[in-house]
């Protein structure tokens, strides 16, 4: 990992992590981006749509992906009335089944090859339920939020490599993976961080996650985030990859889907923030240039450089949790 010029990051707390001040970098700090390539998944709806709505607004070439074709496409056609702006282009990933992350990543592949910005945005929430299983039967918010995205971020690696040497346009440059994790990471993830036994495929976990219920789950699925971007910008930044974790604050966004409406509406009512803020710490990352400084770190909201938990910086739990991921697509 390259070595920052910057002050090393200090904890903002809890307080200020959940009622933020007010921001002093937004969308309009967002600079001309002619020439460059963004990939957001979960681009339907939420923080996904909006981020992808002020990337193609300031002229970036935008790949919206999300399991919902119809969905995708009419959020392209919102964006691109309301813009004035037609490059963006619908890819359709379903972060919960495997072969489809690659069938993406393939079909990504085929019409580019660039890719400047990956932002992996893409979350399912269950809460308190466990949910249901992934179509390789994994636990499905790990398998969405971690897995998923660690497998298309990797299939899309030789594009961002090839991107970061110049090698098409001859001209190198840094370009970046942003994991669009959350402050669960610390708040709710299972007290030994990964329950290594809850990642098994199929009904040998299934008493194990039962036992740490879906908000525990949920927690350690965006650990697990937090740990790959780390390990990710140990392992590539030395050849121009910028991986950054955040947490976008607390929005309002269809992540709550799933969880029952009374709590819901108790949620939002305390403690949740438009999304016209909650896209601010994500286009932070994914576009200033001050974050090509912070390859490895952890961000909160609004664009607040923030120290992630005792659990996100082991290095050991991150290489085994990248070796684990390794040996899960492997078959792929």
């Not at 390789?136 to 660690?150: E, I, M, P, W």
């Not at 607040?304 to 070796?323: C, G, I």
Request: charged content about 20%; some cysteine; hydrophobic content about 40%.
């Amino acid at each position: 990992m390259s070595a920052s010029r910057l002050p090393p990051p200090v904890p903002v707390g809890s307080w200020s992590e959940k009622w933020p001040p007010k921001p002093i970098w937004t969308q309009q700090d967002v600079p001309d981006l002619t020439g460059k390539i963004f990939i957001c998944t979960g681009g339907s709806a939420g923080i996904g749509k909006e981020t992808c709505r002020v990337l193609v607004a300031r002229n970036a070439k935008v790949y919206l992906a999300g399991r919902n074709s119809e969905k995708g496409l009419a959020a392209i056609d919102d964006i691109r009335k309301s813009t004035g702006k037609l490059d963006i282009h619908f890819l359709r990933i379903d972060l919960s089944d495997l072969a489809s992350v690659k069938n993406a990543a393939e079909e990504y592949i085929s019409k580019e090859q660039e890719l400047h910005v990956l932002i992996n945005n893409g979350g399912v929430l269950y809460a308190p339920g466990i949910g249901p299983l992934t179509a390789q039967g994994y636990d499905v918010q790990f398998g969405v939020n971690a897995l998923g995205h660690y497998f298309f971020t990797m299939l899309l690696m030789p594009t961002l490599l090839r991107t970061a040497k110049g090698e098409v346009s001859g001209t190198p440059c840094r370009v970046r993976v942003v994991a669009v994790s959350s402050d669960a990471h610390e708040m709710t993830a299972p007290k030994q961080g990964i329950v290594w036994e809850s990642l098994q495929k199929g009904d040998p976990a299934l008493p194990v996650r039962k036992k740490l219920t879906g908000t525990r789950l949920y927690g350690q699925s965006k650990l697990g985030m937090v740990l790959i971007s780390s390990e990710l910008a140990r392992r590539y930044g030395d050849q121009g990859i910028i991986s950054i974790s955040l947490h976008p604050g607390g929005v309002k966004s269809e992540l709550l889907r799933n969880v029952h409406p009374v709590i819901a509406w108790i949620v939002e009512k305390i403690r949740l923030y438009p999304v016209s803020l909650g896209i601010i710490t994500s286009l932070y990352a994914a576009t200033s240039e001050e974050a090509l400084e912070m390859n490895g770190e952890y961000l909160t909201c609004w664009a607040r450089r923030q120290v992630p938990s005792k659990h996100a910086q082991n290095k050991d739990m991150a290489e085994r949790l990248w070796k684990w991921c390794e040996e899960q697509v492997s078959s792929f």
